[in-house]
C-alpha cells in the first residue's frame, strides 16, 4: 500500500477521534456490545439522531455496513479523501438494488462507497499487563486492516483472506510472556497484530514472516498505520523458510493449523487457516522445528490443533512432537502443553465449514462436511485438541544436560483464564512447574515454598460436624482450578510463607496430625509438584 496515503489515513483516523472509546461513547455502550456480536441495528437507531461527523460517517462506513457518500468520506477523511481510500482498496463502489451502480453525475467514480476492507480499532487493554518489565505503558488501542468479517462481507471468503483479530488471537497475546528478549520472531504474521503488539512492547528485533503476500501487505500497512513501520522487518515464506539458520530470544505463532481434508475432495483452500498439510502436521512442524530457532533459554508460544486417532491419546501425541524436537535441536526443552478443549470431529467439521460462509442446507455446506468426515474417518481420527503449547529451550550455558533432561508437561484445563497479567502468571507457574518436576524429592522437601496470593481455601462442612467433609484449594490464576486437598496438603499450603522447608513443614505436621513421618514428606512432595504447575505455590528465591 503506498505509505503516503496510508499516512495520510492515519492522520484523519486521528482527528476523528476513530477509537473504541469514541465509538462506544457515541453510540452506548449496549450498542456497542451488540455489534461486536454482529448485531447493527441499535448502533444505527442512535446515529439516525446524530449529526454527520467524521466519527459518525467512518463508524456506519467500516463497523456497521453501511454505504456513505463521496462527500461524507471526503469530509470524514479529509487528507486522504474518497479517491485515497479507493486507491488503497478501503472503500469500493455501492451496489444498489438493481445490482448496478450508482455514478456521479459526468463521473466514472462512484457517488456511494462501501467498506471493501476492515478498518478496526482493536482494545488490548489488558494484553500487556505484567509483559513489560519495569510495567512499562502501551498503547491500548491500535488499527487494524483486514478482509471484512462474516457479518459485513455478503459473501464467501477469497482464498486469500486475511482475519482481523479474533478470539484465537487475543488469547495467544495474553499468553506471551514476559518480556526481556532482545528478538522475537512472529512466525505466520496474517494482519501483523502480533508482531505490531510485540514493537509496544520494547522488543529491539521482530521478523514477521508468513506464506502470504497479500496479508504482508495489509500486515505492513498495519505497522504504518500505528506509527511501528520501523520496528519490524516483514518477510514471505512459508513456515521458517524465511529464518534460515537464525535464532530468536521468542517465537509466537497462531499458525494455519486447521485440520483440512486434502485430496479430491478438498475444500477451498483458505491461507489463514490451511496450511497445506495432512491432519495435525503443520502443528507438528512448527513444534518440532520450533526449537532449532529458539536461542538458549528462548520461548516458543504458540496455538493448535491435535489429532487423536482411535486408541490414542492427543496430547500424548503432542507430546511425542517435543520429544522430537528436543532429539532434534540436541537441546533439553521445558515443555507445557495445555488443552483448552476436545472436541469430536463432527462439530469439528461443522464449525470450520461454517467459516468460509456455508450454511447447514446449501448443498455446498453438505458437500464441505462430507469432506471432513470422510477424511477423519479414513484416517481413524475420533477428537481433536484445541490449545496452546509452551517450549523453553534450556540455557545451556547454565544447565549442562542432554535433551532426554526434557521436562514434558500435558494437561487438559478448561478453567476460565485469568482477566490480567495472564502472560506473567503463566510463565511463572511454567517456572516452578517445570523447577519441581526436574527435582528429586529431596530437593522439593529441602526448598522453600511460597503459596500464591490469589490462592483461597474452602472448607465444606455437614451441619452439626466440627471437621470438614471436604477441603479445596482454589485459585484463579493463571488457570481457574480446585483442587481437593486432605488435611495434610491443605495445612501445609497454609504455612508456605517462605520461612520454613517443606521438609520442616511435613515434619511437624506429621507430629501434629499423628502420622508416618516418611509418608508425610513423600505425599507433600508429589502434592506440591502438582500445585507448582496450578500456580498456586513456588520455590522461594534465595
Do not use: K
Not at 508468513?210 to 512459508?238: C, H, Q
Not at 507430546?319 to 521445558?334: E, F, I, K, N, P
Request: aromatic share 4%.
Amino acid at each position: 500500500m503506498n505509505s503516503a496515503l496510508v499516512s495520510s489515513l492515519r492522520n484523519d483516523l486521528l482527528a476523528a477521534g476513530y477509537s473504541l472509546s469514541g465509538l462506544s461513547a457515541l453510540w452506548g455502550r449496549s450498542a456497542e456490545d451488540a455489534r461486536r456480536r454482529g448485531v447493527f441495528q441499535p448502533a444505527l437507531r442512535v446515529l439516525e439522531q446524530r449529526d454527520t461527523t467524521a466519527l459518525v460517517t467512518l463508524g456506519r462506513l467500516f463497523l456497521l455496513g453501511e454505504a456513505a457518500s463521496r462527500a461524507e468520506l471526503d469530509e470524514a477523511l479529509p487528507e486522504l479523501g474518497g479517491a485515497g481510500a479507493e486507491a488503497l482498496g478501503l472503500v469500493r463502489g455501492a451496489i444498489d438494488r438493481t445490482g448496478g451502480t450508482e455514478y456521479e453525475a459526468n463521473s466514472e467514480r462512484p457517488a456511494m462507497l462501501r467498506a471493501a476492507l476492515s478498518l478496526n480499532p482493536v482494545d488490548l487493554v489488558g494484553l500487556g499487563e505484567g509483559a513489560v518489565p519495569g510495567g512499562a505503558a502501551i498503547q491500548n488501542e491500535l488499527w487494524i486492516i483486514s478482509d471484512l468479517d462474516d457479518e459485513l462481507r455478503r459473501g464467501p471468503a477469497r482464498p486469500d483472506h486475511v482475519m482481523g483479530v479474533g478470539g484465537a488471537t487475543r488469547t495467544l497475546l495474553a499468553q506471551i510472556p514476559p518480556v526481556h528478549a532482545g528478538s522475537a520472531l512472529d512466525l505466520g504474521t496474517g494482519c501483523g497484530i502480533v508482531a505490531l503488539h510485540l514493537a509496544q512492547l520494547g522488543i529491539t528485533r521482530i521478523v514477521a514472516t508468513d506464506i502470504s503476500a497479500r496479508a504482508l501487505t495489509l500486515a505492513r500497512a498495519n505497522a504504518a498505520l500505528n506509527a511501528l513501520d520501523g520496528r519490524i522487518e516483514f518477510r514471505e515464506g512459508s513456515l521458517f523458510e524465511p529464518v534460515a539458520h537464525e535464532q530468536y530470544d521468542l517465537i509466537v505463532s497462531n499458525p494455519p493449523f486447521v485440520i483440512t481434508p486434502r485430496g479430491s475432495a478438498d475444500a477451498e483452500r483458505y491461507e489463514y487457516r490451511d496450511g497445506g498439510m495432512t491432519g495435525d502436521d503443520l502443528a507438528a512442524t512448527v513444534v518440532r522445528g520450533g526449537p532449532q530457532y529458539l536461542s538458549a533459554g528462548g520461548t516458543l508460544v504458540c496455538l493448535a490443533n491435535w489429532e487423536t486417532e482411535w486408541g490414542g491419546h492427543g496430547l500424548e501425541r503432542v507430546g511425542g512432537w517435543v520429544r522430537d524436537a528436543a532429539t532434534q535441536s540436541g537441546a533439553a526443552l521445558d515443555a507445557w502443553v495445555i488443552e483448552r478443549d476436545r472436541v469430536d470431529t463432527v462439530q469439528y467439521a461443522e464449525t470450520w465449514a461454517r467459516d468460509g460462509g456455508a450454511r447447514p442446507g446449501q448443498p455446498e455446506f453438505d458437500t464441505l462436511l462430507t469432506g471432513w468426515l470422510d477424511d477423519f474417518g479414513a484416517r481413524r481420527i475420533v477428537s481433536i485438541g484445541l490449545g496452546a503449547i509452551h517450549l523453553r529451550r534450556r540455557d545451556l550455558d547454565i544447565v549442562d544436560t542432554p535433551a532426554s533432561d526434557s521436562v514434558i508437561h500435558l494437561e487438559q484445563a478448561t478453567g476460565a483464564l485469568a482477566q490480567a497479567g495472564l502472560g506473567g502468571s503463566l510463565r511463572r507457574a511454567f517456572d516452578a512447574g517445570a523447577a519441581a518436576a526436574r527435582a528429586s524429592d529431596e530437593a522439593v522437601l529441602a526448598t522453600r515454598w511460597i503459596r500464591d496470593a490469589a490462592v483461597t481455601e474452602e472448607r465444606s462442612y455437614t451441619p452439626g460436624s466440627e471437621s470438614p467433609s471436604a477441603i479445596s484449594l482454589v485459585t484463579d490464576e493463571p488457570i481457574a482450578r480446585r483442587v481437593v486437598a486432605d488435611t495434610l496438603l491443605a495445612a501445609a499450603v497454609g504455612v508456605c510463607d517462605g520461612e520454613l522447608t517443606l521438609g520442616q513443614i511435613a515434619d511437624a505436621l506429621a507430629t501434629l496430625l499423628e502420622v508416618d513421618t516418611s509418608a508425610a514428606a513423600e505425599a507433600l512432595a508429589a502434592g506440591v509438584r502438582e500445585l507448582a504447575w496450578f500456580g498456586m505455590l513456588a520455590p522461594a528465591r534465595s
